[in-house]
T-cell receptor
Framework: DSGVTQTPKHLITATGQRVTLRCSPR?????VYWYQQSLDQGLQFLIQ???????AKGNILERFSAQQFPDLHSELNLSSLELGDSALYFC????????????FGSGTRLTVV | KNEVEQSPQNLTAQEGEFITINCSYS?????LHWLQQHPGGGIVSLFM???GKKKHGRLIATINIQEKHSSLHITASHPRDSAVYIC????????????FGTGTRLTIIP
């Protein structure tokens, strides 16, 4: 157990639907990152939050949004789902800005049918 | 050209062989990570390097900052080492995100 908890582990949903992926960072970590791993694109950075504030954005679609709550857990919301959104979604956490160490969660496998 | 290039893409070896996976990057970095991803999908961080060499058990990681190159070595390879190994870099300044290589799929045959 890495200390980063992602739920659910698996999710199957239909096109057009909306889902929420949840991440609880390792205790004491203030920074949360979301990554998407698809078969054709590999691992890509989506978005980073630090202590509740959005810190950096990557290749995140407008249909996707995220937030980090006061208890530091984060949610990634995916809406108007398309078949191409099927992927593994990873959350990673880090203790502070400027600290290059990361701990990854075990991922949520999203299948859009 | 990708910022992070890994070679080889696929590697099959016999149990006991010495394994080397290479990673080259084109940007200035503050740290380089070697990650392991098993068929179940979870990612484990093996090493974080900013200079020199690190060793953990049968795994050794080295980095040459001047040449923008890193290697991951596995000594006395074992079938349980079969996994995808991913190199990832964190650039200097700006975003704190990781940029990933495409991974090396390692298969160790008993």
């Amino acid at each position: 157990d890495s200390g980063v908890t992602q739920t659910p582990k698996h999710l199957i949903t239909a096109t057009g639907q909306r889902v929420t992926l949840r991440c609880s960072p390792r205790s004491g970590d203030l920074s949360v990152y979301w990554y998407q791993q698809s078969l054709d694109q590999g691992l890509q950075f989506l978005i980073q939050y630090y202590n509740g504030e959005e810190r950096a954005k990557g290749n995140i679609l407008e249909r996707f949004s995220a937030q980090q709550f006061p208890d530091l857990h984060s949610e990634l919301n995916l809406s108007s789902l398309e078949l191409g959104d099927s992927a593994l979604y990873f959350c990673a956490s880090s203790v502070a800005l400027g600290y290059p160490g990361y701990t990854f969660g075990s991922g949520t496998r999203l299948t859009v049918v | 050209k990708n910022e992070v290039e890994q070679s080889p893409q696929n590697l099959t070896a016999q149990e006991g062989e010495f394994i080397t996976i290479n990673c080259s990057y084109s940007v200035g970095i503050s740290a380089l990570h070697w990650l392991q991803q098993h068929p179940g999908g979870g990612i484990v961080s093996l090493f974080m390097l900013s200079s020199g060499k690190k060793k953990h058990g049968r795994l050794i990681a080295t980095i040459n900052i001047q040449e923008k190159h890193s290697s991951l070595h596995i000594t006395a390879s074992h079938p349980r080492d079969s996994a995808v190994y991913i190199c990832a870099v964190r650039s200097w300044g700006g975003d704190e995100k990781l940029t990933f290589g495409t991974g090396t799929r390692l298969t160790i045959i008993p």
